[in-house]
């Protein structure tokens, strides 16, 4: 048991498909299910008025100007960013000019930052809730199998083993329940299984449901830490837009501009 190349484990090769199926079969319908649910329960988005439109696609507009300036030659690019920038700093583009420079109103009185709050808060209960019950239901029934497999009498006995290395930390995590001490971290238990369907289901999801699809748990997690760059995202409830115009307008005037056909000639020239 010092080396962990040559732990074998002997089992009955019943369980190796009277836990590893359940638990597979039970994440892909859970995660079905959660995808229409949340479909059920997101609501419709509101027709946003002109103006609202008009702020987000302007800051939109210099974040575009700088990411993709070097596709446009010196003088295009001056008269872009100088426009940009006379009007981030007077204020043109913000919907309501005349609230300039007053704090941010409460976030908890505006009825469209509540409407997305309860849509956030929607979606992490679809996520939480489902996965609490799964574990649970994996605590309770599965805890303390390690899942190996039998494929034939007559040869080796095949264990399933994770390919990659994990510290002992995982230990407890990972093998709930199984009470051996020397037992490689790496040998596939219950718990194991449930967190390898968990992070792994998504290719199974994209093929049932498609790509844009809320049965991805980690998906949506990723979604709501970087949701982009889109114009509702970047204006949260309290944040100020004239500072973040103003912000915008100093990254434009910093930025070192450089054309990407300058020399084109020569190094085309060059390669020959």
Known sequence: MADDMIQTIHRDPALFYWILFPITIVMVLTGVLRHYATTLLATTPKKLPLPTIREQRSLLRGINLRTNAAQLSGPSFNARKNYLVQGYKDGVFLKDPENRGKAPGNPMTDPAAMEGMMGMMKGNMMMMIPQTVIMGWINAFFAGFVIS????????????????????RFKSMLQ??????DLDVRWVSSLSWYF?????????????????????????????????A????????????????????ENLEVLEHWYILDGVEDRLVSTI
């Not at 709930?176 to 001490?181: L, P």
């Open 176 to 181: 709930s329940g199984v009470a051996t001490r």
């Open 230 to 249: 889109t114009g509702a995202a970047m204006f949260q409830p309290g944040q100020d837009p004239d500072k973040l115009f103003q912000s915008e307008a």
């Open 149 to 168: 497999m039998h494929p034939d009498e007559r040869i080796h006995e095949l264990n399933l083993k994770l390919p990659f290395p994990l510290t002992i």
């Open 196 to 228: 390898l369907n968990l992070f792994g289901l998504q290719s199974v999801f994209i093929f049932i449901l498609g790509n844009d699809n809320a049965a991805n748990q980690m998906a949506q997690q990723m979604s709501q830490m970087n949701p982009g």
